[in-house]
């Protein structure tokens, strides 16, 4: 499958875990964007990365959320004691090139978050 | 100011009835558009791209209004399958950087 891999699928945590979601990009793919979708919401821009970079983290809660993308492995969105409010789809998506580029992004099957 | 809005719906048409949405974005500076197709609890999925000429893709026609700031999707001979949210995506800029920025989505419902 050379689609954007992404897992676990389905994630549940207890109050106060740790929440490590993993976003394997389409080959070829340079750059990785992170969304969370809440129930009935419309899909929220949370980071965008590319190789061991940072470009954009302006839609990321300034606590307890953190995404880095390594040179080697996935991109991994890490949530620490997490609560309640953090149950939602998280959608992770890949491009070829920059937004600017008129890249289209493709996006994973998403990992759905439950926090009990 | 939302940066980009949809009309959330739903459309609620019959089989074979033409349906157009309309999708409005705040930051001229914006480059890139798209729409996407999003159906209940699955991943958004590339449906096309808008260009200032605009495109056709069979019963998909999309258009991009660089004045008016606006891009909208007309789907034609609606389908049953054609059920599902339909997402406007535009790239805008942010900080030397372009993000793409979802609307909320329109929902369509296509009824025999």
């Known amino acids: 499958n050379a689609g954007v891999m992404q897992n676990p699928r389905h994630l549940v945590r207890r109050r106060g875990q740790e929440a490590r979601l993993r976003c394997s990009p389409m080959k070829g793919h340079s750059h990785v964007y992170w969304y969370r979708q809440l129930p009935e919401e419309g899909l929220k821009f949370m980071v965008y990365l590319q190789k061991e970079n940072i470009i954009d983290e302006s839609g990321m809660p300034k606590e307890r959320f953190s995404a880095e993308f390594p040179k080697e492995g996935p991109s991994i969105l890490r949530i620490q004691q997490v609560v309640r409010g953090d149950s939602a789809a998280y959608f992770c998506?890949?491009?070829?090139?920059?937004?600017?580029?008129?890249?289209?992004?493709?996006f994973g099957d998403g990992t759905r978050l439950s926090i009990l | 100011r939302k940066e980009v809005e949809q009309d959330p719906g739903p459309f609620n048409v019959p089989e074979g009835a033409t349906v157009a949405f309309n999708c409005t974005y705040s930051?001229?500076?914006?480059?890139?558009f798209f729409w996407y197709r999003q159906d209940c609890r699955k991943e958004p999925k590339l449906l096309m791209s808008v260009y200032s000429s605009g495109n056709e893709d069979g019963r998909f026609t999309a258009q991009l209004n660089r004045a008016s700031q606006y891009i909208s999707l007309l789907i034609r001979d609606s389908k049953l399958s054609d059920s599902a949210t339909y997402l406007c995506?535009?790239?805008?800029?942010?900080?030397?950087?372009?993000?793409?920025?979802f609307g909320r989505g329109t929902s369509l419902i296509v009824h025999p």
């Open positions: 998506a890949s491009s070829q090139g920059t937004g600017g580029a008129g890249q289209p992004q493709h």
């Open positions: 995506v535009v790239n805008m800029e942010s900080g030397g950087s372009y993000i793409p920025t």
């Open positions: 930051n001229s500076a914006s480059q890139s």
